[in-house]
C-alpha cells in the first residue's frame, strides 16, 4: 500500500472528527460543509479502496492474509459514508456526533490496514 496515502487518509478522517466533534459540542447538526469533508474524505478512502485492488492484482500480497486486508479495505472504504447517511436520518447533534465517530473509526482502520499490509 501507500504509507502516504494511508496517512493523509488517517489525519484527514482524524480532523473530519475534530471538526463535526466541535459542531456537536456547539449542539449543531451537521450542515452541508461537513457532508462536502465527508466527501473529500470519502474520496480519499475510494482511491485507496483502488490503489489496493490494484496492488493485489500485480501479485503484492499483504503480510496478514489477503481476505482480512480485503475487509479492512472495503470497511474502511464504508465507514465516512455509512455515518454521514446515519447523520442524515438524525438532525440533531447527536448527528454530528455519528459524523465525528465515523471519522474515528477510518483513522483506526488505516492504522489497522497499515500494519495488516506489513507497514
Sequence with gaps: ML???????????????????????RHQPTKDWHFIGMAVVSLLAVIQLVVGI?????GDKPEQGTAIFLAYLLGAFACVPTAGFMSLAERTRWGSVTAAAGGVVLAVLEVRLFDIWGG
Design 3 to 25: 504509507n502516504a496515502l494511508t496517512l493523509v487518509t488517517g489525519i484527514t478522517a482524524l480532523l473530519l472528527a475534530a471538526w463535526c466533534g466541535w459542531a456537536a459540542y
Design 54 to 58: 490494484v496492488r493485489l492484482a500485480q
